[in-house]
Each structure stands twice: as structure tokens, then as C-alpha cells.
């Protein structure tokens, strides 16, 4: 069995937004040499995520607004307790917990195999600052 890991390190402009890191984890398979296996694809930060979806604007704006509508951004420490210990992202971590943390997606022929339309996303929910994910790949 092979196993190769690489890091992908994330910048993000933004407090919330999406980035398809799809191209960037099919290379990483390629580099791998995995013909039949599994990628797991892990985000290393507790305010971050990764999941698999659609490539389509209009979802990844319902997102946006579905996930501030149940864990709005509010610094103050009245809304959130995590708050209290001086920290101003508690709504992150509530982003991140819903979106998940990591996705496994199976290698066939040495290839992603998706479903139709799946793209897998970096989600950032506390941005302006650099965040890592985890690719792992294993198999034969």
C-alpha cells in the first residue's frame, strides 16, 4: 500500500467564503500514483472546513446567508460565552461544526470518484489569516 501526504496552506480575503479546491486535490492524486484508494481531505483548523457540493454561486450565497441566519457574527461576548475569553469568532466554530471538518472520496483508476456535479470546497469562517488542510492519500 502507498500513502503520500501533502498540505495545502489557505489565505482567504474574506471572514466567510468558499474556494473549490478540487483541481488541487486531483493533482495531488496524480503525484500520489494511487490508481484504486481513498483521499481524505481534513481541514487543521478548528474555524475552518472542507465539504463536497456543488460548483454553483447561487448555493454557496444561500450558504452564506443559511449559516449567518444560525450562527450570526456578533464580537460582542453577550451573544456567545467563547467570547468571554476574549476571542470573537464563536460563530466560526459553529459554521465549521455544521459544514464539517474533512470528506474521503474514493480513488477509481486513478481518478476522483464523484457524483455528479461533487466539487470539493475549502470553507473559511474566520478569514484574513493562513489555515492549513490535510490531504492524504492511500492506496495502490
Given at each position: 500500500m502507498?500513502?503520500?501526504?501533502?498540505?495545502?496552506?489557505?489565505?482567504?480575503?474574506?471572514?466567510?467564503?468558499?474556494?473549490?479546491?478540487?483541481?488541487?486535490?486531483?493533482?495531488?492524486?496524480?503525484?500520489?500514483?494511487?490508481?484504486?484508494?481513498?483521499?481524505?481531505?481534513?481541514?487543521?483548523?478548528?474555524?475552518?472546513?472542507?465539504?463536497?457540493?456543488?460548483?454553483?454561486?447561487?448555493?454557496?450565497?444561500?450558504?452564506?446567508?443559511?449559516?449567518?441566519?444560525?450562527?450570526?457574527?456578533?464580537?460582542?461576548?453577550?451573544?456567545?460565552?467563547?467570547?468571554?475569553?476574549?476571542?470573537?469568532?464563536?460563530?466560526?466554530?459553529?459554521?465549521?461544526?455544521?459544514?464539517?471538518?474533512?470528506?474521503?472520496?474514493?480513488?477509481?483508476?486513478?481518478?476522483?470518484?464523484?457524483?455528479?456535479?461533487?466539487?470539493?470546497f475549502?470553507?473559511?469562517?474566520?478569514?484574513?489569516?493562513?489555515?492549513?488542510?490535510?490531504?492524504?492519500?492511500i492506496?495502490?
Amino acid at each position: 500500500m502507498k500513502s503520500h501526504t501533502e498540505y495545502l496552506t489557505f489565505h482567504l480575503p474574506a471572514r466567510m467564503a468558499f474556494e473549490n479546491i478540487t483541481q488541487k486535490i486531483e493533482a495531488i492524486v496524480r503525484t500520489s500514483g494511487v490508481q484504486e484508494g481513498l483521499v481524505l481531505v481534513s481541514a487543521m483548523h478548528i474555524t475552518a472546513s472542507v465539504f463536497i457540493n456543488d460548483d454553483e454561486p447561487g448555493l454557496h450565497e444561500d450558504y452564506k446567508k443559511w449559516l449567518e441566519g444560525l450562527a450570526p457574527f456578533d464580537a460582542s461576548p453577550r451573544r456567545y460565552a467563547h467570547n468571554r475569553t476574549g476571542e470573537d469568532n464563536a460563530d466560526a466554530h459553529m459554521k465549521r461544526q455544521i459544514m464539517g471538518r474533512e470528506v474521503v472520496v474514493a480513488i477509481t483508476q486513478g481518478q476522483l470518484d464523484f457524483g455528479p456535479w461533487e466539487q470539493i470546497f475549502y470553507g473559511e469562517f474566520d478569514g484574513f489569516r493562513e489555515k492549513r488542510v490535510l490531504v492524504k492519500v492511500i492506496g495502490e
